[in-house]
């Protein structure tokens, strides 16, 4: 990596419980290309204080995590469609002043559904109802699913996001089971009041195909070793984690890196 200097391009990441993990795949894709950029991480006391340094400051982009996905549409001049199609954000390109906002989440849960080849009439719980869950929601309605149950206990959230898409709402799992099974809370998230928990019963675990959480650290979520314990197939948080991170480096640098330096710089995230 260059040593800091005043020519040095910014790129940023704001979370309420921020990891290492797209500081480390950035800054290395970074060093792999050569390039004069840098990448922190951040969290915001005051989201509208550093959108404003976001621009005032020329910082060139900006990734967005839970729990500003949502709160952070007030604060940019441009909804790329990607976005403003979810309302959702999760990332920020500054052109000069003008904020321009993305959603990369949609592309990353779209590929690992095509993957994984989950069919899509497979039966679905959906636990949550934020900024990533319309990512997800909205990806899910896209590949064809139909049978899908949107899991939350903020009914107003929870009805609002089904009916947005033509699902049903619950506000807790109870005894419900379905084919896959999508946490997209902070449950099992590190550092988080829940590190420890399933957010899913052990039960709808045992009864699922697929198990998919979108919590990225760690990598092997309480919800994620019950899945592999259990022999589902399993989809992690990490997983979006590397082609939502390189989605937003290609908006940021004009630049797609090979697929050999994308598995290097996941590796490299992932050795922490």
């Known amino acids: 990596m260059p040593i800091l200097n005043k020519d040095m391009t910014l790129c940023i990441s704001l979370s309420a419980r921020p990891s290492n993990n797209g500081t480390r795949f950035h800054n290395h894709l970074y060093d792999q290309l ?9 969290a915001p006391t005051n989201l509208g204080q550093a959108i404003a340094g976001v621009r005032g400051l020329g910082i060139r982009g900006c990734a967005v995590s839970m729990p500003y996905k ?10 790329d469609p990607s976005a ?15 904020l321009t906002a993305y959603n990369t989440d949609y592309t990353a849960i779209e590929q690992l559904l095509q993957r994984n080849a989950v069919p899509s009439a497979y039966s679905v719980l959906l636990r949550g109802a934020g900024g990533m869950a319309k990512a997800t929601a909205a990806a899910l309605r896209d590949a064809g699913f139909r049978d899908v149950t949107v899991i939350a206990r903020n009914e107003e959230a929870g009805r609002a996001l089904a009916g947005l898409y033509g699902f049903a709402w619950r506000a807790d799992v109870d005894s419900l089971t379905a084919d896959m099974i999508i946490n997209v809370t902070p449950v099992g998230m590190a550092g988080g009041p829940d590190v420890d928990s399933l957010s899913f019963p052990q039960e709808t675990v045992d009864a699922a195909k697929v198990v998919f959480d979108v919590v990225a650290l760690p990598a092997e979520t309480p919800l994620i070793k019950a899945a592999r314990a259990a022999g589902k197939t399993v989809i992690t948080g990490a997983e979006v984690a590397t082609i939502q991170a390189l989605e937003q480096f290609v908006l940021y640098t004009g630049i797609r890196p090979s697929d050999e330096q994308v598995r290097a710089a996941e590796d490299f995230m992932r050795a922490q």
Not at 34 to 42: S, T
Not at 84 to 98: H, L, P, Q, R, W
């Open 70 to 79: 949502e709160d952070v549409i007030a604060l940019v001049d441009v909804m």
């Open 84 to 98: 403003k199609a979810i309302d959702s954000v999760n990332t920020i390109v500054n052109d000069g002043g003008t």
């Open 34 to 42: 050569g390039l004069n950029w840098i990448y922190k991480a951040f």
